[in-house]
């Protein structure tokens, strides 16, 4: 069977189940330095950050990769190691799906993910869809999709490095390889003490108990037999660390451990002159233990989920058509000692089609059927359309459904004066449209633009009752629209310009009360980004980047809010060989005060040394 490159593009970056990796590889265009690559082929705004511009930007998970690209907008509560969220056209992380060879890492107790905790250590891909795609992914894919891929062919690679609040890390990467058969190895030690100097109330004092043990590994293997393959892939993240809490009411005895084992297998066939089918299982195991002994309400609380997922998919290719089915189910276990034993079925069904009407005009369908065991049926459809003017121009527009299922959290929290869960909640369903448009202008500057609009009801927001308690409650209608834009220019060989961000404005859509017309919590109107990197010599690069956070309501009737912010960052790469590169990195130059959450400080100047070696 012939497989047209737009082809498998298509299908790694809209599968959500892992596929044949290796064979996808080999039939994506090469892409060299010079030369202009291929436009994406899927109706949306697409992203693909391959192993090389990962390891270029320094970055050891994934709330740090999130952070130097545009239109993201980062909430961590503080350095290295701590709570970190994202927002993405105005959904945050409850609305932003996170897979890993297609398996869901969302948490269904936070909704999220927490972002400091997914290593990038064996990955070799990171693909970023913007926009609604419950169609194919199900819940949570409201704001976007963030696709981890594991490497598929090894390579070694050692690195090392120091930092300011002393940080250190040590990293190593290995494997083996066959014609038909490959093993890899990624293993991570990252220590931090974290103990930077912030002010409050015009004292200055050290960030205390804010360090972090980290250990992450990846394992992963690959058979392939004539047109057979199968994939296995483990991985572990383990992590102690202190949990200060905010500097106007600081936990300096609060310690948390978390640790992460995710195991998934995976059979991809291909038929001569018929369907490509994958069938995957994958089964997670998260612990999560919090310790406070110097608590008001408690000393800390212990939860375990387990979440195990079958899925399957086939795809034909029918003259102009490729067809897509799938189905699976998951299943959901929690042990908590502050939610009690709580548990969820979903099975699902979907189906995709792509027809190539002309040379220029795609088209695009989706329709996927989810049966929640607590909320029973929901539909997500979606249409699109994608059209090239020529191979430096396209258009793109869609329009569809996507939904998000309330969290353990929103249903059963316990209830107290200060807060409680919501078991009539329903789940949140969001009415999205885009229209985008990107070209080369001239062989090296490709601008890209695309305006949003997501339209939602029964939104769910947590928001404080008459008597002052936090509640999850379904608001009824909200809106979100804005514009994204980047621009990409290569001035000669040696110098690279980069730009975008967002445009946001998210509002509560209510008639009436006290928070109809208000901006919703934590959303940026604007984020902005731009970069230059200048390669003078042959061994020498040199990178600045500037970015900018607009205003954040932190009050539900915009009363209160965090001021707008810029940082300056920068590195200096030098190549001491072909195998031994030496990075130093600079965040946070002009050493801004600021925060992402109120009463939680981020660090000051920042800078990281490092070495890498490649076998």
Known sequence: MRIRPFVAALLVGLLPTPVRAAEVIELQPLVIRGARPQLPDAPQDVTRVGREALRATGAHDLSQLLDVLPSFSVRRMGALGQLSTATLRGSLGEGILVLKDGVKLNSPVLGGVDLSTISLVGVEEVQILK??????????????????????????????????????YLQLETGLAQETSAVTVGVRQTLADNDYPYYYRDAEAARLNSGLNGLD????????????????ALSLTNQDKGIPGPVNYPSPLAHQHDLDMLGSVSWSQWFQDGPHQTTSLSHRRSSLQYTDPGAVFGPGS??????????????????????????????????????????????????????????ALSLFGDLRLDHHSTFGFNASPRIGANYRLSDRQRLWTSVGQSYRAPTFNDLYWPSSSQSAGNPSLLPEHTNGAELGAEAYLTEWFLVESSLFLNQGTN?????????????????????????????????????????????????????????????????PDWVLRASATYRPL??????????????????????ESLPPFALWSAQLAYDLTGKDRLLLK????????????????????????SWAHTF
């Open 538 to 559: 042959p061994p020498w690069s040199v990178g600045l980047a500037w970015d900018y956070t607009g205003q954040r309501y932190t009050t539900a009737q915009n009363t």
């Open 302 to 359: 212990d939860t375990l989920l387990d979440s195990t997922d079958l899925q399957t998919t086939a795809e034909w290719e029918l003259g102009p058509h490729l067809v897509t089915w799938g189905g699976g189910a998951s299943v959901d276990g929690l042990t908590s000692t502050s939610l009690g034993p709580q548990s969820r079925t979903v099975l699902t069904t979907f189906a995709h089609e792509t027809w190539y009407a002309t040379e």
């Open 217 to 232: 590994v990846s394992l992963g293997a690959r058979q392939t037999w004539g047109y057979d393959t199968l994939n296995v």
């Open 586 to 609: 600079g965040d946070n130059l002009t050493n801004t005060y600021y925060q992402l959450q109120p009463y939680y400080p981020m660090p000051g100047r920042t800078f990281l040394a």
């Open 459 to 523: 939104t769910i927001m947590w928001l404080p009752d008459a008597q002052g308690a936090w509640r999850p409650q379904n608001i009824g209608q909200t809106e979100s629209r804005g514009i994204d834009f980047k621009a990409t220019c290569h001035a000669g060989e040696a110098l690279t310009l980069e730009g975008g961000g967002t445009w946001l404005t998210a509002v509560d859509r209510a008639v009436s009360g006290a928070t109809a017309g208000k901006a919703l919590l934590y959303r």
């Open 131 to 168: 926009g609604a795609a419950s169609g194919l992914y199900g819940s949570e894919a409201v704001g976007g999709v963030i696709h981890l891929k594991t490497a598929k062919t090894p390579q070694s690679r050692l690195e090392a490095g120091l930092g300011s609040w002393g940080q250190r």
